[in-house]
């Protein structure tokens, strides 16, 4: 299919722009940014790259500014409080499946919705349990979509994007700082899959689907073949010239991950279940600790009845609140991301870009964005 013309709305963001300036690239496709206000659109047309300015949660305004179009490509997610997420994703998904009417919709969500520990339990697929906001911003989407793309007879491709990384990304940024984090270390000396895609990889996936497919399916997407966590962090080493990370203790990361694996499989509910025992077993003595008064009272008490026993347990039990905590793992703010299995489903199969490509991206990258003032002018 060649001379696709295809619309991206969210070009104004990071993966957006990235998207729209890698399909520009391609001689078969001809591309242009899809955004909401002039901001957004100016920052995409800086870049050369040609831009509508419509609103994009219309389904009346998205329609008409796109219908010249073959295909869309959605990279946008409504960013809204909390009271008006839901509102908000609703009115974006049916202007997107009305625009898309009887053409395809590529939308990118994300692995952000099988939770921040991610199981390779097999119904987790079918039946994603995500722990955050934003991943239920993002599962709330894909059901949204569904919906109302079938009422417009709309062909929707739903991506499950992995960790994006890549030139001025979030997630690089990220890798980066964790690599020069002292009291960072890697679980498992990185062996785990990291569920990530590179930016150019992501591109790619992108581009063959809207060339060769109209699926009404959903993928996950991420570096084929997947990319552990040691590669991706000493791609980014190297790239900077900066050190290896090191790797926590096997002991430590057996712990931890078999901590995060329960903590998945508990519903809510039962969460705040046993938060709020362990909070109610610790208030006898952190309500003492708190209160001097309780405590001046209570020795009266104990004067009173002449009891040695129980004035040795309340005196335990005040102490082992005033003294500091020790923390057995020093380890324990690592992100559950890191202990995860590889994402459970279907995986989208494209041509991935050479890994050399990739790094040394990362590398003109970092020496452009990073290099002191006083080096640049040496």
């Known amino acids: 299919m060649s001379g696709l013309r295809v619309g991206v709305l969210g070009a104004g963001g990071q993966v957006g722009l990235a998207v729209l300036r890698g399909l520009c690239e391609d001689g078969g496709i001809s591309a242009v940014g899809i955004c909401r206000n002039r901001v957004s659109s100016l920052r995409v047309a800086s870049h050369g790259l040609k831009v509508r300015t419509t609103q994009t949660d219309d389904a009346k305004s998205l329609a008409e ?9 959605n990279c946008a997610l409504p960013q809204y409080g909390p009271s008006k997420t839901s509102l908000a994703n609703r009115r974006l998904a049916n202007a997107l499946a ?57 062909n929707c491709t739903i991506l499950r994007v992995g960790h994006v990384y ?6 690089s940024e990220t890798i980066l700082s964790l690599i020069n984090d002292t009291h ?7 062996r785990r899959p990291s569920n990530a895609i590179a930016i150019s990889n992501l591109i790619e996936a992108v581009r063959e689907v809207l060339l060769a497919s109209d699926a009404d399916a959903t993928f996950n997407l991420t570096d084929s073949p997947q990319t552990p966590w040691r590669e991706l962090f000493d791609m980014h080493a190297r790239a900077s010239s900066t050190k290896f990370v090191r790797a926590l203790r096997s002991s430590d990361s057996e ?26 077993l610790q208030l006898p003595g952190s309500y003492l600790t708190a209160v001097p008064s309780i405590k001046a009272f209570a020795q009266r008490a104990i004067a009173t009845f002449g009891s040695e026993n129980l004035d040795a347990r309340l005196w335990a039990l005040y102490c082992r609140h005033l003294a500091p905590h020790t923390n057995p793992c020093p380890f324990s703010n690592i992100h559950p991301l890191f202990f995860s299995d590889a994402v459970p489903g279907p995986h989208l199969e494209y041509h991935p870009a050479h890994p050399a490509k990739i790094t040394s991206g990362l590398s003109d990258w970092y020496s452009v964005a990073f290099t002191p003032p006083e080096r640049s002018r040496a």
Request: proline residues 5%.
């Open 166 to 171: 890549g030139p001025e990304l979030r997630w």
């Open 98 to 154: 009305t625009a898309c009417a009887k053409r395809h919709l590529v939308h990118l969500s994300s692995v952000a919705v099988y939770g921040d520990f991610i199981s390779s339990e097999p119904t987790l697929f079918r039946s994603p349990r995500p722990d955050t906001a934003y991943g239920r911003q993002k599962l709330e989407m894909e059901t949204l979509l569904r919906k109302f793309a079938r009422s417009q007879r709309a």
């Open 184 to 190: 960072f270390h890697l679980p498992f000396d990185g």
């Open 65 to 73: 500014s796109t219908r010249d179009l073959d295909a869309l490509v």
């Open 255 to 280: 712990a931890m991950a078999e901590q995060y694996r329960k903590w998945s499989q508990t519903g809510l509910f039962s969460r705040w279940v046993r938060e709020s025992a362990r909070w109610f």
